[in-house]
């Protein structure tokens, strides 16, 4: 007979809009054991597994901590509870749990006071005791705070076991195995229960198999990053109806490593807690955090396959993107092809048409190169080292819109964007400079066939100052440029040959040029003055730096604006990737590009 062995939630913190799947493990008639379902539809030898979901409600409340979902808040922030956009952030569960936050909280007060004009000047409450302990942590900037113990707070129930009589009432909030939580659960504990039925009679056998959750979160979503003109002016670009950005003949760029499901491990990631590494939470903030950047371009990195064309490529299709995607060849990964990741690039229907897609394989390079230079006795080593299956995507698109009223010269304007992600392995700097030495020569080839803007984007797994980002931003590199010593093959002599002709710049260096009129200030400070660079586009807690990138040709096109940086202050390193709010371990990188007026070609 059909029996339950055991159920569990890979996570057991529920999160509003993620959908949680229990396992939940049977043994068959057979005495095998099995994760299949048997649904009343197909039941297995007359039974099946009926599945109920319950939201417990109970007359004992209390409030959730907004940064430690697990924990009950003792203060809340004023400032922030008398604004809906962030009520969700203002409740803590300590006053460090506050002060740790307090860069954070600083810059969302400063944003809120320049949109709104100044308000009170209080910041924190507690709906408990302890204000003592706050008073005493603040200082300096914070010595403002003021404490209060009155006022409306919204609460919710406490975390409690299931019981007759202990005024809890369960309602049935779901009738299958899945279920996806609303903003009604949100404070509630959930149940779930499992139990084996007849399938004739529909009366339940046997004692049901439960699990109950924590409290229902909302989901965390980060402040929002707004799009900084880089002309000196403090003002948001134009915005049409939808408030996608919108500038006659510009459009937006927006470069992502994502992280693949199959990255975001346990083991590489222990300091994230388990529901914010989960791929049901992050995959909805991932798509929630590119769809509202509007963006007319969107290069994607580290994309599995099933993700992109299960998850990505249909729902993106719904905001009136098209979808072109490569995966990495899988050479030298094993196991399911539908798991390896690969770049995907997305552009707006109504803003471009596709006109062509090139498929670069450094391995298929690889193996060029080894059966012309290397001898044959040393082909298996030098395979063995270059073969890594990382590829680009390389697509021309035709802009539906004009750099002016009327374009004197009546071509076409099309535009060229690669998308690619470098090696990651550090110590393999030949790889990575040939890598990008490669695709380089591509583009060359496209740029001599046509007079077209190219834009260069992806994560490229190498700090400014490099072998591969000079090559990038220079056209060459120094002979007796370091990296140039880790070259065991060969590939890199002679170093004249380390060139190229497009004369690519990096977009975010836009921020540190000089201006007229004032308002980067807070923006240059986020970059890196030595190379012009952002100090961090990837952030763990191991590492903190800069390996994403967009390029573009300074002939062809500048910069209007850029998204701004993230401030390493406010980075909670400790917690999440690089917070629970971000969900990937690299930030997203936007910018908006005019094309140059055609008067030369």
């Not at 369960?170 to 229960?193: N, Q, R, S, W």
């Not at 924590?214 to 002309?231: D, E, T």
Request: proline content about 6%.
């Amino acid at each position: 007979m059909l029996s339950v062995i055991r159920v569990h939630l890979p996570s057991e913190i529920p999160i509003v809009g993620c959908e949680l799947t229990p396992y939940v493990l049977v043994r068959r008639p057979d005495k095998t054991a099995a994760t299949d379902d048997v649904p009343e539809s197909a039941p297995l030898e007359g039974y099946f597994l009926r599945y109920r979901w319950y939201r417990v409600q109970s007359d004992k409340k209390v409030t959730i901590c907004s940064v430690h979902p697990t924990e009950q808040a003792t203060l809340q922030c004023v400032f922030c509870s008398k604004r809906r956009a962030l009520v969700a952030k203002s409740y803590h569960c300590s006053p460090k749990c506050f002060t740790d936050a307090w860069q954070h909280h600083k810059t969302l007060h400063e944003r809120a006071a320049a949109e709104n004009g100044n308000e009170e000047d209080e910041l924190s409450r507690f709906n408990s005791t302890g204000s003592g302990a706050l008073a005493s942590t603040l200082s300096g900037s914070m010595s403002n705070l003021t404490l209060a113990n009155n006022g409306p707070t919204p609460f919710y129930p406490s975390s409690i076991a299931q019981k007759n009589n202990g005024g809890e009432t369960l309602i049935e909030v779901g009738g299958c195995k899945t279920y996806t939580p609303t903003a009604d659960d949100i404070g509630y504990v959930l149940k779930f229960e499992c139990v084996v039925a007849n399938a004739e009679t529909k009366q339940s056998v046997g004692h049901p198999s439960t699990i109950l959750t924590s409290r229902v979160i909302p989901a965390p979503s980060p402040s929002p990053r707004r799009l900084i003109p880089v002309n000196g002016a403090e003002v948001m670009s134009h915005m049409d109806q939808d408030g996608r950005i919108q500038s006659a003949g510009s459009f937006t760029v927006l470069s992502y490593n994502i992280l693949s499901d199959t990255s975001a491990s346990s083991d590489l990631y222990s300091y994230c807690p388990p529901w914010a590494l989960s791929w049901p939470y992050r995959r909805q903030n991932l798509l929630r955090e590119i769809v509202g950047y509007r963006a007319d371009v969107v290069c994607l990195q580290e994309v599995q396959s099933d993700h992109f064309h299960e998850i990505f490529a249909p729902e993106l299709d719904k905001h009136g993107y098209q979808a072109l995607y490569k995966r990495k060849t899988n050479e030298v990964l094993s196991g399911s092809t539908s798991a390896i990741d690969g770049c995907a690039t997305f552009f707006r229907r109504d803003r471009f048409s596709h006109v062509k897609k090139y498929d670069v394989e450094f391995n298929k390079a690889a193996q060029s190169l080894t059966e012309a230079i290397i001898p044959h006795t040393q082909k298996r080593s030098a395979l063995n080292r270059l073969v890594k299956d990382n590829i680009a995507l390389i697509v021309v698109l035709e802009s539906k819109f004009g750099n002016q009223p009327t374009d004197p010269s009546g071509k076409r304007q099309l535009i060229c964007v690669a998308n690619t992600h470098v090696n990651v392995q550090q110590e393999l700097k030949d790889v990575k400079l040939w890598q990008v030495h490669t695709l380089l020569k591509g583009l060359e080839k496209i740029a001599a066939s046509a007079d077209i803007p190219m834009l260069v984007c992806g994560d490229f797994n190498t700090l400014p100052g490099s072998a591969p980002h000079t090559l990038l931003v220079r056209g060459k590199v120094d002979p007796l440029h370091p990296d140039l010593l880790v070259d065991p093959l060969g590939i890199l002599r002679p170093h004249t040959k380390l060139t190229h002709q497009l004369p690519l710049v990096s977009a975010y260096s836009s921020f540190v040029r000089p201006v007229m009129g004032l308002g980067l200030d807070q923006h240059r400070r986020r970059m890196d003055l030595n190379t012009n660079e952002p100090l961090f586009t990837n952030c763990t807690r191991e590492f903190i730096g800069t390996h994403d990138y967009i390029f573009y040709t300074a002939d062809t096109l500048m910069v209007e604006s850029l998204l701004e940086l993230l401030d390493e202050d406010g980075l909670r390193k400790d917690t999440a990737l690089p917070s629970p709010e971000w969900s990937s371990n690299h930030i997203a990188l936007l910018a908006e590009f005019r094309c140059m007026p055609r008067t030369r070609r």
